[in-house]
């Protein structure tokens, strides 16, 4: 057994799940899991902070597993989004797989039915986003009385994105005799409260301060205008050929930018809450097997895509909330590997790059504009259409006789109008 190896085996993993690391080539634990698996197999609760990219879904899926065949009990994990709901079922299922560790994938945007096959198959560990699980509880296709273990990840984001009834409706349904693990990258007030009312003496792990990049990751700021970005960033993606992640702040603009880069030559695709379940998992399968060289994404996808291989990072909207800064250029510089990130900002948001140098403790180097851009490209004129006749309002008919002249009627209608009274309105 090679000496890197023997780093995992110190762990206190068991021998049939070390033969699968070995198999799957994992060969040395990161930091966060060399201090979060031996407090974990003990059964002890866990608050982990570590910034993402950093290994989290093997420091509490390889406990998880080793536990329940103990405790022969349930695990639950509760995650924010689809995407990476996914690729933590996807991740168990390789590990699990020689020991038959069966799971239920539980998201919004899949089959219900499908789902409650899944519950029917009785499985050892549910993965699911916080709404669909609320959906399975209220029509009573899942209970959560014989859970033993329960992990909520990427905890802060999920109080970001509006979850904290849905966390505290699962948690209030869990049994009182059970094990908490608690993954995030920050540590908000709120993250406090859930450990302080659901967790006994929970130990926490911190490998990295909240808010630290990764050392691989160099970071690059271009001061630009609105309707110079387009511009910058055809440049941008000429000089740098890898393959890139380039997020904006609404699913409306990351249509559009999508279609402008495709316009500009390049394979591209989106990812954002308006595409369905099936076009979402096309478009990051597309991105891993290099069908598409550009994803463009909103921050659904900041900590919902775990592809190793993205040499550069792009904001081109900065985030709305500053620590998603270190979420997105997380995406690069991976696994060891080096990354870039380019942020664009508009002159008025000097204050958001302050706050964001403030989260990170650095200061971000400015880079002059190219003085190459490429010409605008050619945007169509706004069709105008003949204007239409202008629909007429209520009682504004033309008038016209009551009584034709051939039955002896007048214009006025059998009935003299009173003084006073509108044509529109007469007796009998």
Same mark, same amino acid.
């Given at each position: ?71 022969? %009990? ?7 989004? @689809?995407? $990476? ?7 168990? +299922? !390789? /590990? ?51 859970? %033993? ?7 802060? @984001?999920? $109080? ?7 966390? +505290? !409706? /699962? ?258």
């Amino acid at each position: 057994m090679s000496n890197k190896q023997s780093e995992f085996t110190s762990l206190g993993i068991a021998p049939a799940l070390l033969e699968t690391l070995n198999k799957l080539k994992y060969t040395s634990p990161t930091p966060i899991q060399a201090q979060a698996i031996p407090i974990a197999v003990q059964g002890k609760d866990v608050v982990g902070i570590a910034q993402t990219g950093t290994g989290k879904t093997l420091a509490f899926g390889l406990p998880m597993i080793q536990r329940l065949s103990q405790i022969k %009990g349930k695990g639950l994990i509760v995650l924010p989004t @689809r995407e $990476l709901a996914a690729q933590v079922d996807e991740t168990l +299922k !390789k /590990i699990g797989h020689s020991i038959n560790v069966r799971t239920a994938l539980l998201i919004g945007g899949a089959s219900m039915f499908a789902q409650k096959q899944a519950i029917r198959r009785d499985p050892h560990i549910v993965i699911a986003t916080p709404g669909r699980l609320i959906d399975h509880l209220n029509q009573k296709t899942i209970g959560l009385s014989k859970v %033993g273990i329960i992990v909520l990840d990427e905890a802060d @984001r999920m $109080l970001d994105m509006g979850f904290a009834p849905q966390i +505290k !409706k /699962i948690m209030d349904a869990l049994p009182r005799e059970k094990q908490t693990m608690l993954f995030s990258a920050t540590m908000p007030p709120e993250i406090m409260k859930i450990a302080t009312a659901y967790m006994k003496l929970p130990i926490r792990v911190e490998v990295a301060p909240s808010g630290t990049t990764s050392e691989r990751v160099t970071q690059e700021i271009f001061v630009v205008r609105k309707d110079e970005k387009n511009r910058l960033l055809e440049k941008l993606l000429q000089q740098y050929q890898a393959t890139t992640l380039i997020f904006t702040r609404t699913k409306f603009g990351a249509k559009r930018l999508t279609r402008a880069i495709i316009d500009m030559g390049h394979t591209a695709a989106e990812i954002h809450s308006n595409r369905s379940l099936g076009q979402r998992k096309e478009a990051l399968e597309g991105f891993k097997a290099g069908k598409y060289r550009i994803l463009v994404a909103t921050d659904i996808a900041s900590r919902g895509i775990d592809v190793i291989g993205i040499g550069l990072v792009v904001n081109y909207d900065l985030p709305t909330n500053t620590e998603d800064y270190v979420h997105r250029i997380g995406r690069t510089a991976r696994a060891g590997a080096g990354g870039h990130a380019i942020s664009f900002a508009a002159p008025e948001q000097r204050g958001e790059l302050r706050d964001i140098e403030r989260l990170i403790r650095k200061s971000l180097p400015i880079s002059k504009l190219p003085a190459d851009l490429p010409p605008a490209r050619f945007q169509p004129k706004a069709q105008f259409y003949p204007e239409r006749p202008q629909r007429r309002g209520f009682g504004s008919r033309p008038s016209r006789p009551v009584f034709s002249p051939r039955h002896g009627g007048s214009r006025s209608g059998p009935f003299p109008r009173r003084p006073g009274q509108s044509s529109r309105f007469r007796r009998g």
